[in-house]
């Protein structure tokens, strides 16, 4: 049996994309910049806010002057309000209880800023529910490197062949893939299944349930 569950935020754990796109549009829409469509942001997030921004701006026509400026308002009204909008997908809560009643460890691992991915976590799911969150922090790469993952691992004990890697994204297969772990990609977040097959998942689902299910039965 599996003996950690190591999951993306989000797209994957928890709905943030309406999040998202508000508090982007908020931040490029005080600088003088347009609105980018919601939908759209499902192709710009997955690499960090730095990356995100960057590519905002670079959608938007702005300038390297209102990176900073968009990146810093963002990041600080996001996180500030990092509830709006959010939500976790139907069933993750469900599955967190089975997995933990399972005795089957849990994490996440986001690209998310770390302070808004920890008060998002503690806020939806709390300690009960989830063993360890990590977002993006000084000096630790992000994903797809699989720093932050070994980290994880080592903090709870488990070695790659005994967890499984979860996410929407081809960012999450990969990461997974570096950190030696058995990934699973999920279809009701960000990306497609073209996608995520793309780039080597071992299993792809839209049913939470497989994830218990290969969780204990692997």
């Not at 809560?93 to 460890?105: A, D, P, Q, V």
């Not at 997974?176 to 073209?194: C, E, H, M, P």
Request: glycine share 8%; net charge negative.
């Amino acid at each position: 049996m599996v003996k950690a569950c190591i999951f993306d935020m989000d797209g994957t754990t928890v709905n943030t994309i309406n999040s998202i796109a508000h508090f982007a549009n908020k931040a490029l829409n005080k600088f003088g910049l347009p609105s980018i469509e919601t939908e759209r942001y499902k192709l710009l997030v997955g690499n960090g806010a730095v990356t995100l921004v960057k590519r905002m701006i670079a959608e938007t026509g702005g300038s390297a002057e209102q990176f900073e400026k968009v990146l810093n308002e963002y990041n600080t009204t996001y996180d500030n309000d990092f509830m709006y909008l959010t939500k976790p997908y139907e069933g993750i809560t469900g599955l967190l209880e089975s997995l933990k009643k399972s005795g089957i460890k849990t994490a996440i691992v986001s690209n998310k800023p770390d302070s808004t991915a920890k008060k998002v976590s503690d806020k939806l799911f709390g300690e009960k529910l989830i063993d360890i969150c990590f977002g993006a922090r000084e000096g630790v790469p992000l994903k797809p490197d699989p720093a932050a993952v070994f980290e994880v691992m080592e903090i709870l004990g488990v070695a790659p062949q005994e967890c499984l890697y979860i996410g929407d994204t081809a960012v999450d297969m990969t990461t997974g893939k570096n950190a030696g772990i058995f990934t699973i990609g999920v279809l009701w977040g960000f990306r497609d299944r073209k996608e995520i097959e793309s780039a080597g998942a071992d299993m792809v689902t839209d049913n939470v349930n497989d994830i218990l299910k290969t969780a204990i039965e692997k």
